[in-house]
């Protein structure tokens, strides 16, 4: 069997009494983009940080293809990282900050300069060799750091939040583009993020932590339809949850479910004798979809998205309604 | 109705902050005077008035000064041997404290300020700033007590076989370093807290080994700290005449010979041309600063 890019074994970090990363195992292909997803404090980005080598692990393993890396300096590791600050050198100019790795491996001017100028082709900032970093907007910054680390051709690339500081427009162009320079570059992607959004379109699977430990591992359509618990189906999407109690009740299940709010039906009261009457307390306008609140007549509040009528009578509030369920689209939780 | 005089108070300074905001460059006015006059009048005029003294003379037999203008004084200091000498002497003095402060400021404000932890980091910058709390005079009398025949340095160096310095050009030299060290120290732990960790990680990441590191990332970007320390243990060495006279038996600096002038000798013309010796060695050196460049980040 081929090697993982990286392996992880128990890995675990603490800062004085604070458990930052709790026993996280975890193993990531060649050429994977994998995604860490969770919110601020969950231990996500000190995962990455131990892959970098800026933090040295309490307990665990690292290995990366193969090789135990877990005590070696930053410097001796093959894996690069985009910062989130990007950590551009501000003494230095675009080509000389993207060209600092290959002074170091000792490569000579001419290639440097070659091997430079593709990697800004790479991130299309050609005409910028020459700016400081003062010089550049966030989003050209940000294409220099990914240029700096990927001239060195790093086997695993870490990104900490790269796009946290773009604005949306930008980030949705720069999301494309990463994952085109990705799959250009055959390497393995390992992005911490905190954005469901960006960690379900790039990656091909998705480790979501929580409170120092992985919570779910899995592809993207994984964690959205069949999300263990219900801190995932929450933090992925959003979600209409039903304790065991109400389970039983609507669904006839013995755990937890919960309902997408895109997987629920609505129709007009009079025509459906199936389902649960309700009636919409409140509409929310999205251009392309409505969310709609509906408030059962069992006093439970349903959430749930439509596309949007460009024409004819609009949802309101106040509106009698039956809301049914399709019981394959209901997400039973395991744990 | 009755008016309170702070009602009345409250008007007038609306009035003045409504009259001032309307004329804005009156306001300017008012509020550069007060620096302008100090600097225009303290300061101007009396190295004005020094620079006036350097071309009058001391009648040797009287000891009056005489208000006729004469370069004998600039004569004496270029052309004797005894002042080129001094002056050379006190440059070295100037520069080895310099280098020495320098040398160990930046591995104390490396360590300072992204090594050592909140705590300890707040424990250092304050014993670093609190020798400055106490006197200068009691400071320089403790090296000479330090430096002393059967004083400290003697009793742990002797057992090496190493002869303590004693007083003279070298205690001159410890004893400013030790005096100027907190002017050089904070400067540079400044600039360092302004260097983010992920600029000394990214460096680190990319392969660059600690000499690396620091040569090519850490320094270039604290070289204006450098600078402004070196700046002051430069010209305060320069100008002191007090320690060398503690601490320096017989070493003669611009300072000593400056005061001696001014006192034992009278001859205040004379004692004024040489002020002008480290006047002009300061401005040569901010000039050469200047040049590199590195006072463009201050």
């Given at each position: 069997m081929q090697l993982p890019a990286i392996k992880i074994e128990n890995l675990t970090k603490k800062f004085g009494d604070?458990?930052?990363?709790?026993?996280?195992?975890?193993?990531?292909?060649e050429g994977e983009f994998f995604s860490m997803l969770g919110p601020s404090g969950s231990g996500k980005t000190t995962v990455l940080r131990l892959i970098a080598g800026f933090e040295k692990p309490?307990?665990?393993?690292i290995r990366l293809f193969g090789e135990d890396v877990s005590n070696k300096p930053p410097f001796e590791r093959d894996v690069n990282t985009v910062f989130q600050d990007y950590a551009l050198f501000p003494h230095m100019s675009v080509t000389q900050n993207v060209e600092y790795g290959l002074t170091i491996r000792g490569i000579g001017k001419s290639e440097r300069e070659n091997l430079a100028k593709q990697a800004l082709a790479l991130v299309r900032l050609e005409g910028l060799a020459d700016r400081k970093p003062s010089q550049l907007s966030g989003g050209q910054r940000q294409r220099v750091a990914l240029a700096r680390s990927i001239v060195v051709k790093p086997k695993v690339l870490l990104l900490d939040e790269p796009l946290g500081a773009l604005d949306l427009k930008l980030r949705e162009q720069m999301q494309v583009e990463l994952k085109q320079i990705q799959r250009e570059l055959g390497i393995t992607f390992i992005f911490v993020t905190h954005d469901q959004d960006e960690a379900l379109s790039l990656s091909d699977r998705v480790a979501v932590f929580n409170k120092g430990s992985i919570v779910q591992l899995g592809t993207p359509q994984d964690i959205y339809n069949k999300p263990v618990d219900h801190f995932v189906a929450d933090f992925v999407g959003s979600s209409n949850y039903f304790d065991a109690k109400e389970a039983k009740q609507y669904f006839d299940q013995n755990a937890a479910v919960i309902v997408r709010p895109e997987n629920i039906q609505l129709t007009e009261s009079s025509n459906s004798g199936l389902g649960f009457s309700g009636e919409i307390s409140e509409v929310i306008f999205l251009g392309d979809q409505n969310r709609v609140l509906v408030k059962l007549d069992t006093g439970k509040e349903i959430f749930v998205t439509e596309v949007s009528r460009a024409f004819g009578e609009q949802r309101k509030r106040g509106q009698k309604v039956t809301v049914s369920f399709d019981a394959s689209l209901v997400s039973v939780l395991t744990r | 109705m009755t008016t309170s005089t702070a009602e009345v108070e409250t008007r007038l300074t609306r009035r003045i902050s409504n009259f001032l905001?309307?004329?804005s460059r009156?306001?300017?006015a008012l509020l550069l005077a007060p620096p302008t006059f100090w600097l225009a009048l303290v300061y101007i005029a009396s190295l004005s008035a020094l620079l006036i003294t350097a071309?009058?003379?001391?009648d040797s037999f009287t000891g009056d000064i005489e208000h006729t203008w004469t370069l004998k004084n600039f004569a004496t200091i270029v052309g004797e041997s005894t002042y080129q000498a001094v002056t050379l002497r006190t440059l070295g003095i100037a520069l080895s404290v310099t280098v020495i402060d320098v040398a160990f400021a930046l591995p104390v404000a490396f360590?300072?300020?992204k090594v050592a932890s909140r705590g300890w980091q707040r424990f250092l910058v304050i014993s670093m700033t609190l020798p400055l709390w106490s006197s200068y005079l009691v400071k320089a009398y403790a090296w000479r007590s330090v430096l002393s025949s059967g004083g400290i340095l003697d009793w742990i160096l002797t057992p090496f076989g190493i002869p303590s310095p004693g007083y003279?050009?070298?205690?001159t030299v410890i004893t400013l370093a030790y005096l100027w060290f907190p002017f050089v120290v904070l400067p540079i732990y400044t600039a360092l807290q302004r260097?983010?960790?992920s600029l000394i990680e990214a460096s680190a990441d990319l392969g660059g080994g600690t000499i690396k590191t620091i040569r090519s990332v850490v320094v270039p970007l604290i070289i204006p700290g450098i600078i402004a320390g070196s700046i002051f243990s430069f010209s305060l060495t320069l100008g002191d005449y007090i320690a060398v006279k503690i601490v320096g038996g017989a070493t003669q600096t611009l300072g000593t010979l400056i005061f001696t002038n001014v006192g034992t000798a009278n001859n205040l013309p004379l004692a004024a041309a040489i002020a002008f010796i480290p006047l002009g060695i300061i401005l040569v050196y901010l000039a050469s600063v200047k040049r590199t460049g590195a006072l463009d980040n201050l």
């Amino acid at each position: 069997m081929q090697l993982p890019a990286i392996k992880i074994e128990n890995l675990t970090k603490k800062f004085g009494d604070v458990t930052a990363v709790d026993g996280v195992s975890l193993e990531i292909a060649e050429g994977e983009f994998f995604s860490m997803l969770g919110p601020s404090g969950s231990g996500k980005t000190t995962v990455l940080r131990l892959i970098a080598g800026f933090e040295k692990p309490t307990s665990g393993m690292i290995r990366l293809f193969g090789e135990d890396v877990s005590n070696k300096p930053p410097f001796e590791r093959d894996v690069n990282t985009v910062f989130q600050d990007y950590a551009l050198f501000p003494h230095m100019s675009v080509t000389q900050n993207v060209e600092y790795g290959l002074t170091i491996r000792g490569i000579g001017k001419s290639e440097r300069e070659n091997l430079a100028k593709q990697a800004l082709a790479l991130v299309r900032l050609e005409g910028l060799a020459d700016r400081k970093p003062s010089q550049l907007s966030g989003g050209q910054r940000q294409r220099v750091a990914l240029a700096r680390s990927i001239v060195v051709k790093p086997k695993v690339l870490l990104l900490d939040e790269p796009l946290g500081a773009l604005d949306l427009k930008l980030r949705e162009q720069m999301q494309v583009e990463l994952k085109q320079i990705q799959r250009e570059l055959g390497i393995t992607f390992i992005f911490v993020t905190h954005d469901q959004d960006e960690a379900l379109s790039l990656s091909d699977r998705v480790a979501v932590f929580n409170k120092g430990s992985i919570v779910q591992l899995g592809t993207p359509q994984d964690i959205y339809n069949k999300p263990v618990d219900h801190f995932v189906a929450d933090f992925v999407g959003s979600s209409n949850y039903f304790d065991a109690k109400e389970a039983k009740q609507y669904f006839d299940q013995n755990a937890a479910v919960i309902v997408r709010p895109e997987n629920i039906q609505l129709t007009e009261s009079s025509n459906s004798g199936l389902g649960f009457s309700g009636e919409i307390s409140e509409v929310i306008f999205l251009g392309d979809q409505n969310r709609v609140l509906v408030k059962l007549d069992t006093g439970k509040e349903i959430f749930v998205t439509e596309v949007s009528r460009a024409f004819g009578e609009q949802r309101k509030r106040g509106q009698k309604v039956t809301v049914s369920f399709d019981a394959s689209l209901v997400s039973v939780l395991t744990r | 109705m009755t008016t309170s005089t702070a009602e009345v108070e409250t008007r007038l300074t609306r009035r003045i902050s409504n009259f001032l905001y309307q004329r804005s460059r009156v306001g300017l006015a008012l509020l550069l005077a007060p620096p302008t006059f100090w600097l225009a009048l303290v300061y101007i005029a009396s190295l004005s008035a020094l620079l006036i003294t350097a071309f009058w003379s001391v009648d040797s037999f009287t000891g009056d000064i005489e208000h006729t203008w004469t370069l004998k004084n600039f004569a004496t200091i270029v052309g004797e041997s005894t002042y080129q000498a001094v002056t050379l002497r006190t440059l070295g003095i100037a520069l080895s404290v310099t280098v020495i402060d320098v040398a160990f400021a930046l591995p104390v404000a490396f360590y300072m300020s992204k090594v050592a932890s909140r705590g300890w980091q707040r424990f250092l910058v304050i014993s670093m700033t609190l020798p400055l709390w106490s006197s200068y005079l009691v400071k320089a009398y403790a090296w000479r007590s330090v430096l002393s025949s059967g004083g400290i340095l003697d009793w742990i160096l002797t057992p090496f076989g190493i002869p303590s310095p004693g007083y003279g050009l070298e205690g001159t030299v410890i004893t400013l370093a030790y005096l100027w060290f907190p002017f050089v120290v904070l400067p540079i732990y400044t600039a360092l807290q302004r260097v983010p960790n992920s600029l000394i990680e990214a460096s680190a990441d990319l392969g660059g080994g600690t000499i690396k590191t620091i040569r090519s990332v850490v320094v270039p970007l604290i070289i204006p700290g450098i600078i402004a320390g070196s700046i002051f243990s430069f010209s305060l060495t320069l100008g002191d005449y007090i320690a060398v006279k503690i601490v320096g038996g017989a070493t003669q600096t611009l300072g000593t010979l400056i005061f001696t002038n001014v006192g034992t000798a009278n001859n205040l013309p004379l004692a004024a041309a040489i002020a002008f010796i480290p006047l002009g060695i300061i401005l040569v050196y901010l000039a050469s600063v200047k040049r590199t460049g590195a006072l463009d980040n201050l």
